[in-house]
Structures are given as structure tokens and as C-alpha cells.
């Protein structure tokens, strides 16, 4: 996508209008198919998928049965926990009416969202007496290509698109849903492509061609420190939203960039506390 805007070459910026994009894939009577459902959608038939070839390789910590319980819960968790955390971090005034409820208007947290997956991934561990640090690395490598679906729906959507840059920059878009009409970074593509396809190849890789796997934290370790450290430098790029510009004013850091400091630090205690520590697992997987 980058490459195609780049290949324009014009001193204009570019305008999204024009790229014939529609946030949604048809429309029947009032009923849209938006296209940031169909990433949740998507995103999460993807990575339960995936772990379920995973669980097959030598050394899975779980059976499919604790795989298909993990689909559930964590999909309540990325949803009650994003929505949660979104009021909770950005938005404290939805608490205590209807307005929490709607999902359909948007706002969902990153960060409350990861906290709903934990809650999620620690139930079933508990209950199923499996080992909760492995569990999280099997869940972590399938996050960040969900990720980036969600994030090129934010930008089919023309939302959460980023801060102003000279019109001549070879990625400058105007966004339709911006009321000043400046040309600005398409943060959202930038998200996608660290966040997401930089961060999932990474973890993918260490998964399939290394025994990063035997090692109890190292993946959710790496994951923790790439989406961190990107969700990081990505706010940079990234329009604070309205009402919370007055973080950037006074700190000098958006919110995101406070929430993911603390992502950063705990993944590299995690990764030195893996890689520390003996292999684990073995060839042996867990029994139906």
C-alpha cells in the first residue's frame, strides 16, 4: 500500500477520497458489512487457525481442546477488555451509561485488550492446570497479523490517521473524516506494517525455524517488546485524539506512548527471565 501512494510522486498530497475506498464491503437496506468487523472477524478466525496448527508441532504446552476454549474466551477478552480499557484509559465519562455498550460507534483500547486476553489465557490455564507463561507465547505469535488487519481497516475507515507533515512528503494524505484537511502521515499504515507484518514475520520465524518455543516467555517476551516499542515510536506519527492532547502539552508523551513504556520494560524482563531459565517442553505434547 505505502508503495503504491510513494509511486505517485506528486508534490500533492494524497487525497484518500480518491483511492475509492468505502469503509464498508456492501450495504443492504440500513445494514452495513463494515470492514473493521470483518478484521475482527477475520483476525480472529486467523490466529485460532494457526494455533491449531501450532498445538500439531512437537513441544505444545496444550491440546486442541484448550485451543478451542482459548478462541472463546480470548475473543470475550479482546472485546469486553479493548472496550473496557478504552473507557477506562481515554474515556472514563462512558462508565455509567448506555454509551459503554455501543461498540458499533468505535473505541477500543490496545492496551485493554491485551489485559482481557491475559484474564482470558490465565482462566484457562488455571483451570486446565497448563503452563500460563507457555500459553501466552503460543497466543502472542498470532496477535500481530490481527493486529495489522484492524489497523488497514482503521485506514479504509480514514480514521486514527496521523499528524500533520509537509504536503510534499511522498506518504502525505488528506483525510475526509479530518475538519482542517491537512495533509498528514497515514499513521495507520505505518501501524500495520511494524505492529503488525514487521512484528508477525519476526515471531513467526523465531517460531517455525528456531526452539524459541522450548524457552517459556521468550516469544511473548519478543511480542511484548516489538508492540510496545512500536506502539511507541508509532505515536510520534500518530494525531492524539482531541481530548487528549493536553498529555502531549504537559508530558511531552501521548497516552499510548505512557501505556507502552511500561510493555517495553516488562518484555525485556520477561525475555532475560526466558532466556535464563532451561528449555522447557520437550518433544512430548500435551495429551487430549
Given at each position: ?46 490466529a485460532y487457525w494457526h494455533l491449531s496448527k501450532m498445538i500439531k508441532a512437537p513441544g505444545s504446552p ?65 483451570r486446565n492446570g497448563l503452563n500460563w507463561l507457555r500459553i ?153
Amino acid at each position: 500500500m505505502l508503495s503504491l501512494l510513494a509511486a505517485s510522486g506528486a508534490a500533492e498530497p494524497i487525497y484518500w477520497e480518491n483511492l475509492g475506498l468505502r469503509p464498508y464491503l456492501f450495504e443492504i437496506g440500513g445494514f452495513q458489512l463494515r470492514f473493521y468487523s470483518l478484521a475482527y472477524l477475520f483476525g480472529i478466525l486467523l490466529a485460532y487457525w494457526h494455533l491449531s496448527k501450532m498445538i500439531k508441532a512437537p513441544g505444545s504446552p496444550m491440546a486442541q481442546r484448550h485451543a478451542d476454549d482459548l478462541f472463546f474466551y480470548c475473543t470475550l477478552g479482546v472485546i469486553l477488555g479493548g472496550r473496557l480499557g478504552y473507557a477506562a484509559f481515554y474515556k472514563p465519562e462512558l462508565f455509567g451509561g448506555v454509551e459503554l455498550f455501543k461498540l458499533w460507534e468505535g473505541g477500543m483500547s490496545f492496551h485493554g485488550g491485551v489485559i482481557g486476553v491475559l484474564i482470558a489465557i490465565s482462566w484457562v490455564a488455571w483451570r486446565n492446570g497448563l503452563n500460563w507463561l507457555r500459553i501466552c507465547d503460543y497466543i502472542s505469535v498470532n496477535v500481530p497479523f490481527a493486529y495489522m488487519l484492524g489497523r488497514l481497516a482503521n485506514f479504509i475507515n480514514g480514521e486514527l490517521y496521523g499528524r500533520p507533515v509537509e504536503s510534499d512528503f511522498p506518504f502525505a494524505m488528506v483525510f475526509p473524516t479530518d475538519p482542517d484537511q491537512l495533509a498528514r502521515h497515514p499513521s495507520q499504515l505505518y501501524q500495520a506494517g511494524f505492529e503488525g507484518l514487521l512484528l508477525g514475520v519476526l515471531l513467526f520465524a523465531l517460531f517455525w525455524k528456531t526452539r524459541a518455543r522450548y524457552r517459556a516467555g521468550l516469544l511473548v517476551g519478543v511480542f511484548t517488546i516489538g508492540m510496545g516499542l512500536g506502539r511507541f515510536l508509532m505515536e510520534f506519527f500518530r494525531e492524539p485524539d482531541a481530548y487528549l492532547a493536553y498529555v502531549v502539552v504537559e508530558t511531552g508523551l501521548s497516552r499510548g506512548q505512557w501505556l507502552s513504556l511500561p510493555m517495553i520494560a516488562v518484555g525485556i524482563v520477561v525475555v532475560i527471565y526466558a532466556m535464563m531459565k532451561p528449555p522447557v517442553g520437550g518433544p512430548a505434547r500435551a495429551k487430549p
